[in-house]
């Protein structure tokens, strides 16, 4: 149930009202965007409304419970404050956004509609479109630790304690051709040869070119008739063009053969290897064996 303002209540029992559309969204990168469906930028609580930005909104989908509530904003891309590169690069990813209602005759007389950050973003060559989730999807995040075979902590971070600083796992490179902005062939490493696969899960972060300062996860590490061979997982923001330099980082798989062979970091090791899995669990003891009799497989 919404709480209107004395004011807005009297407005909207009128017999003619002036009402628009508001939204407000706040980037990862902490810019803060204002866009109206209103003729004329609205000004409210310091952030001002760009007019004309070409948004549409579809029905806001609420219920009761816990499901998440969505509601899709299309919008083209004729705004100076939107682009094409921004939104391949991210940046709108898990942004802020607020929905409001407002007199634009008296921007005071307002009432927040909705509140979330936005989804899943979908582009076209003129046009994109944003998934506004509500509030409530920030409970199917999963909390705390999951029990499971697979390490829970990421590469380098304080609980796994790999330096990734360390020669043997970063590496730097001169990008000599690319397929796609994703696929991207280099002569040799700086720090001298690696094993194909040894970036494999790693992180890729570029130190030059129009990508810089953009960081993306490797898919694959292969050594070819070319060259090596580095596939990112998705295309980079910005063209990458010869020349380009970068920084990537080792990969792991999570796995505790992984942790201890090729880091030498299985004191550290955030999973539990030794779960049984569920033919294991699920099965009986087995004759005279002792196999399943409760005690532990690893004494």
Request: proline share 3%; charged share 20%; with cysteine.
């Amino acid at each position: 149930m919404k709480s209107l303002s004395p004011l807005l209540q009297a407005h909207l029992a009128g017999p003619v009202t002036t009402l628009c559309w508001c939204w407000k969204v706040v980037r990862t990168d902490t810019t803060v965007l204002g866009f109206t469906d209103h003729d004329r930028a609205v000004a409210v609580d310091g952030t001002t409304y760009e007019a004309a930005t070409g948004f549409v909104a579809t029905e806001i989908d609420s219920s009761l419970g816990l499901s998440v509530d969505t509601l899709d904003v299309e919008g083209a891309l004729s705004s100076s404050a939107i682009g094409e590169a921004d939104l391949r690069a991210g940046l709108y990813d898990g942004a802020a956004i607020e929905v409001w209602r407002v007199n634009w005759a008296d921007p005071d007389q307002r009432v927040l509609m909705r509140a979330g950050t936005i989804g899943e973003v979908r582009r076209g060559e003129l046009a994109f479109t944003a998934e506004l989730r509500g509030l409530a999807q920030a409970l199917d995040q999963a909390l705390g630790r999951t029990y499971r075979r697979t390490c829970d902590a990421d590469l380098g971070d304080a609980r796994c304690a790999v330096d990734l600083d360390d020669p043997a796992f970063k590496a730097t490179a001169t990008v000599v051709s690319c397929i796609d902005d994703r696929v991207l062939t280099v002569a040799a490493f700086a720090e001298g040869d690696f094993a194909p696969g040894w970036f494999r899960h790693g992180r890729l972060t570029w130190t030059g070119g129009a990508n810089a300062g953009q960081s993306v996860e490797v898919r694959e590490h292969t050594v070819e008739a070319a060259g090596i061979v580095l596939t990112q997982w998705q295309q980079a923001a910005f063209t990458i063009e010869p020349g380009d330099t970068f920084t990537v980082t080792a990969g792991c798989d999570k796995t505790f053969a992984t942790c201890r062979t090729k880091f030498a970091n299985r004191a550290n090791f955030r999973g539990f290897p030794h779960m049984p899995g569920n033919d294991r669990a699920f099965s009986y003891v087995v004759g005279d064996s002792g196999e399943n009799d409760g005690g532990s497989f690893f004494s």
